[in-house]
């Protein structure tokens, strides 16, 4: 809609707030294209376009820079996710993750991808897309000690086991007073539980954190896997549930039986089955760790955008936690 023409520029200021993101304070946005612009220039890039805004809300920051031949991503997020540049430059030699063409600090420039974002994947795109995962993780499963390093969060057993106690002492009485009757097991029982997934013999290893295939973009099956702000180092299959939720249900049982299959020729011996079967409330309780931590990190004035996930995930505990029992 065109502008009214009685509007005048505010002269005012917001409230100040420490949580407050650099890209959302003024001049901040301008001061991580010059950023951008600065670092294409010593690559003897000239520009074409104006850079375009693509999103930014709490968790990111997001312009398509158009340059001559070509055009490159700029992606900013919180200093709680400034690991996910390192990460990328970690995993270059893999050829599976984005390009990276620069970074600093929590700022990184990335080589724009060919092909189109797959929410829509065909069945051979996401055994493709699975068994991209699982070799990847197979890769990193030796090198846990240098993710770490890099800053990933920890989700093996005992740092798990805490978070999630932490966040459900915290959104319990949010709960109904059924689902608080159905968590209060499983959180008492978490230790044995995961002591039971470790004996499956899957290794700890990377997990990507947001493994759906609309976080792939590529041709065919030349895939690249996006988004990495929410990985971390923990069993492998916490990524399988989300996977498997935003599949076509017809899909899923052969996505299910090929993910086993692929771990048993990684890991031979393990049994990816049950480990998958016990690992579903612990993988959508970690999500309520996850946005939980979103909250505890953000402005206040963002928290409307999170605030019923940290209780929407726990609901979602009780329910899978409901299904195990009647499948017993």
């Known amino acids: 809609h065109p502008a009214p023409n009685d509007i005048a520029p ?82 270059a030699d893999s050829q599976r993750v984005p390009r990276l063409m620069a970074r600093d600090g929590a700022r990184c420039l990335l080589a724009e991808l060919q092909g189109d974002d797959l929410y829509e994947a065909t069945l051979a795109q996401r055994i493709a897309m699975v068994d991209l995962l699982v070799a990847l993780q197979a890769e990193q499963a030796a ?49 044995d539980r995961l002591a039971r997934i470790a004996d499956c013999g899957l290794p700890d290893t990377l997990v990507h954190g947001d493994f759906h295939s609309g976080n792939f973009r590529g041709e065919g099956d030349e895939l690249v896997l996006l988004d990495w702000g929410d990985s971390g180092v923990g069993n492998p299959l916490l990524d399988q549930p989300a996977f498997l939720d935003r ?3 017809a ?57 019923a996930d940290p209780v929407d995930w726990l609901r979602r505990v009780a329910a899978i936690l409901r299904r195990e029992d009647r499948s017993r």
């Not at 978070?163 to 109904?176: G, H, M, N, Q, Y």
């Not at 049994?271 to 993988?283: E, F, V």
């Open 247 to 249: 599949a076509p249900a």
């Open 10 to 91: 505010w002269a005012g200021r917001p409230p100040e707030d420490p949580l407050r993101l650099p890209y959302a304070r003024p001049g901040g946005p301008a001061a991580d294209i010059a950023w951008a612009r600065a670092r294409l220039a010593e690559r003897g890039v000239t520009l074409a376009d104006r850079p375009e805004q693509i999103r930014t809300w709490n968790l990111s920051s997001l312009w398509r820079i158009p340059y001559e031949g070509g055009a490159a991503w700029l992606k900013v997020v919180p200093a709680f996710f400034a690991y996910q540049a390192a990460l990328l430059a970690h995993l």
């Open 251 to 307: 899909q899923v049982p052969a996505l299910r039986k090929h993910w086993r299959d692929r771990w048993r020729a990684f890991a031979p011996g393990s049994d990816p089955a049950s480990a998958a079967q016990l690992i579903a409330p612990i993988a959508a309780a970690r999500q309520a760790v996850i946005y939980q931590s979103f909250l505890d990190r953000i402005e206040p004035s963002e928290h409307p955008y999170h605030r």
């Open 143 to 191: 090198r846990v000690d240098d993710l770490r390093v890099l800053g990933l969060p920890d989700w093996r057993a005992d740092r798990l086991i805490e978070a999630i106690r932490s966040v459900s002492d915290r959104t319990t009485p949010d709960l109904s007073a059924a689902d608080r009757a159905t968590v209060a097991p499983f959180l008492g029982g978490l230790p």
